[in-house]
């Protein structure tokens, strides 16, 4: 059992052992059939979350005019949250053998139910896998409202910089407009020039999803209550997915971007694993495996479990960290690490010496 790393730029070695090992691991891995798809699994799931979000809507229709629609919003804000884990799962091809099968339906549960571009994410998300931490390489450390590095962070002007100075404590606060800021940018992409493959399938779909969506509300809601639907759901939604993908890399060590680190170790020692049953598991989407997600991608998540006990004795072997801890302390290491690099926005009225103090 290991604890949470300190945030910080490491420079590590990349000793022909460590990089030699991975291929073992793999070869284990593969051995014990923790690669080969788990399409049951994975319908099973379909179907309790096709069903748990009919249920939303019958619950909705008989309800009618209520503020206990907002129940309502919040559950579906989860199973939307839930359903786009699934459609992360298929853009790493952990569903189907067949891409194209993986591919088709990540977009359609992606674009045509939770209402976020897919191949965005599979944009953004394929430069995270390759690059963790990295800075320049990793777009989920660029400056967004939050600064993930110092560098950015006093940068930060105005109102910027005072949410930067606080922006640890404001994190889950922040993360009620993350719904918002998902569906925003990544419909956004699908408007800009070049080549964007299945841009126009996806578009439908977009405009099917929030036609009838929104359609719904606001024709069997009075106009207040539906955009307090509205608010509720996106609310959820953002927390949700926040504070699942969060814990996963943020306050973990940082790479330069020009360093050499080999594969194995980029991944292991970015990556933060955390600790319980099947509820964290189920209610995570198997990212609380991260570190075996990252070293195997295309792993079922019925699989991650498992994999776990091999990386985390494969590491033991190397002495590479493996890092490990329980829900509330990967978010208090969250918060942490975000006020501290938020204390490079200085006050324009603070003096110079007392915050050069402060962020030691």
């Known amino acids: 059992m290991s604890i949470a790393a300190p945030a910080r730029t490491v420079r590590v070695a990349k000793p022909n052992d460590v990089v030699a090992s991975y291929a073992t691991l793999l070869k284990e891995v593969r051995k014990e059939g923790l690669l080969t798809r788990r ?7 379909f179907a309790l979350l096709a069903l748990a979000m009919a249920a939303a809507w019958t ?30 799962e298929a853009s ?12 088709w339906s990540g977009r359609i549960l992606a674009a045509g139910v939770v209402g976020i571009s ?42 910027q910089a005072w ?3 606080r922006q640890g404590y404001l ?4 993360l009620t407009f993350e719904g918002i ?101 189920n209610a995570f ?8 997600h990252h070293l195997f991608p295309d792993m079922p998540r019925p699989h991650l479990r498992r994999a776990a006990v091999i990386v985390r004795e494969h590491c033991e072997r190397l002495k590479v960290p493996y890092t490990e801890v329980g829900v509330a302390a990967s978010y208090g290491a969250v918060v942490s690490y975000l006020n501290r690099v938020g204390l490079s926005a200085r006050d324009p009225f603070d003096c110079p010496m007392v915050n050069r103090y402060r962020r030691r």
């Open 39 to 45: 399409r049951r699994f994975y319908i099973s799931v």
């Open 163 to 165: 949410i930067t100075r």
């Open 92 to 103: 790493h091809r952990q569903i189907f053998a067949s891409r194209g099968a993986n591919d």
């Open 118 to 159: 897919y191949q965005w994410w599979m944009n953004k998300h394929s430069r995270h896998h390759n690059d963790p931490n990295v800075v320049g390489k990793d777009p989920d450390i660029e400056v967004d409202t939050i600064s993930f590095l110092e560098e950015d962070a006093a940068k930060a002007k105005g109102i």
């Open 171 to 174: 994190f889950f606060p922040l």
């Open 59 to 88: 619950g909705f229709a008989l309800l009618g005019d209520t503020w206990f629609q907002l129940l309502i919003a919040g559950v579906l804000g989860v199973v939307l949250t839930q359903i786009a884990f699934l459609a992360h």
């Open 285 to 292: 989407g198997g990212l609380n495996f991260q570190i075996e």
């Open 181 to 281: 800021n998902l569906h925003a940018r990544s419909i956004a992409t699908l408007f800009r020039p070049g080549a964007m493959k299945g841009r126009y399938v996806e578009l439908a779909l977009l405009a099917v999803r929030f036609g009838l969506y929104l359609g719904i509300l606001f024709w069997f809601l009075p106009i207040g209550m539906a955009f307090a639907f509205l608010g509720v759901q996106l609310a959820v939604f953002g927390i949700y997915m926040g504070a699942s993908f969060a814990p996963n890399h943020k306050g973990m060590p940082v790479i330069p971007k020009d360093s050499k680190l080999d594969f194995f170790q980029k991944q292991v020692l970015t990556s933060r694993n955390i600790r319980g049953g099947n509820f964290i598991n």
